[in-house]
């Protein structure tokens, strides 16, 4: 499985951006998708996931009420749609499947860096 995500960039505090990751592989349908993110310094955290299902959307608690994760099977691509930014919020970006079965995420993309500014 390759991961590509994209959509990153500078944004001011209070703005959005979208981030947008489309995965290869046949079966996208059947995979757990999630974003996660390393601030700098720090170790990486998961910040949003939704099931293969797509019914059963998970958040860390800093971001929610401001994050969706939302997936488009037919393009194999999970969304992440980020409003309300803070400078907090500033970290590289990492979306990653997890396959049927597995305990833990399997694949990762090469990240995309969000910058928020105050």
């Known amino acids: 499985v390759q991961l590509q995500a994209s959509g990153g960039g500078l944004v001011q505090a209070g703005g959005s951006l979208r981030l947008s990751c489309v995965a290869s592989?046949?079966?996208?349908?059947?995979?757990?998708m999630g974003w996660f993110r390393q601030l700098p310094g720090k170790e990486r955290e998961f910040v949003a996931g939704v099931r293969w299902s797509s019914t059963i959307p998970s958040y860390t608690d800093s971001v929610r009420g401001r994050f969706t994760i939302s997936r488009d099977n037919a393009k194999s691509t999970v969304y992440l749609q980020m409003n309300s930014l803070k400078p907090e919020d500033t970290a590289v970006y990492y979306c990653a499947v997890r396959l049927p079965g597995a305990a833990m995420y399997n694949y990762w993309g090469q990240g995309t860096l969000v910058t928020v500014s105050s």
């Open positions: 592989g046949r079966i996208f349908s059947t995979y757990d």
